[in-house]
T-cell receptor, first 117, second 111 residues
Framework: ETGVTQTPRHLVMGMTNKKSLKCEQH?????MYWYKQSAKKPLELMFV???????ENNSVPSRFSPECPNSSHLFLHLHTLQPEDSALYLC????????????????FGEGSRLTVL | SQKIEQNSEALNIQEGKTATLTCNYT??????LQWYRQDPGRGPVFLLL?????KEKRKERLKVTFDTTLKQSLFHITASQPADSATYLC??????????FGPGTRLSVLP
């Protein structure tokens, strides 16, 4: 496999459920990201991991919990979500973080479409 | 606060014409500007990067300009084709910072 792979592609969950989104990159990159994309809104950066260390957390509610066990894998654990959390969750990777390190080109996965009932 | 705007939410043009998309920003001095393409239900795909000291960048039928005085980037697709129909996103970053995305423009190229 190549690129960035996200599973599941679609997820429906109740507000009391616990679920996880998974992301895997096969590009040898050292930075991974979670973005949220809601209808009519720009991509929102949620979390950034560089060399498996979280380097950015953009005031994301604690009901979203990221985990980066190694440089190839990234998880987003979901717990007691709200209907307004329904969105497309995109994982991305890059070589380095920020414009200084590299072109900053982000390689995105296809996303996980989350619906919270 | 920083703000990124992309001309209209949607743009319709006739096949063969040049599509011009605009990215304007305020309260920001980015060192880098990127353009991405996103198809429905898919993740964005990187197209071009332009740096603050570059006026223009080209790649095949694509051309990007970056005017730091006007605080604007223009993205051109020449000889547009229906296959170019997608949402186009601009993203800006300063040194050592992560890219911040604009809301996108949905382009439809009509046959």
């Amino acid at each position: 496999e190549t690129g960035v792979t996200q599973t599941p592609r679609h997820l429906v969950m109740g507000m009391t459920n616990k679920k996880s989104l998974k992301c895997e990159q096969h590009l040898g990159h050292n930075a991974m990201y979670w973005y949220k994309q809601s209808a009519k809104k720009p991509l929102e950066l949620m979390f950034v991991y560089s060399l498996e260390e979280r380097v950015e957390n953009n005031s994301v509610p604690s009901r979203f919990s990221p985990e980066c066990p190694n440089s190839s894998h990234l998880f987003l654990h979901l717990h007691t979500l709200q209907p307004e959390d329904s969105a497309l969750y995109l994982c991305a990777s890059s070589q380095g973080t920020g414009g200084l390190m590299h072109t900053g080109e982000l390689f995105f996965g296809e996303g996980s479409r989350l619906t919270v009932l | 606060s920083q703000k990124i705007e992309q001309n209209s939410e949607a743009l319709n043009i006739q096949e063969g014409k040049t599509a011009t998309l605009t990215c304007n920003y305020t309260n920001y001095s980015p060192a880098y500007l990127q353009w991405y393409r996103q198809d429905p239900g898919r993740g964005p795909v990187f197209l071009l990067l332009i740096r603050e000291n570059e006026k223009e960048k080209r790649k095949e039928r694509l051309k990007v300009t970056f005017d730091t005085t006007l605080k604007q980037s223009l993205f051109h697709i020449t000889a547009s084709q229906p296959a170019d129909s997608a949402t186009y996103l601009c993203a800006l970053a300063n040194y050592g910072q992560n890219f911040v995305f604009g809301p996108g423009t949905r382009l439809s190229v009509l046959p």
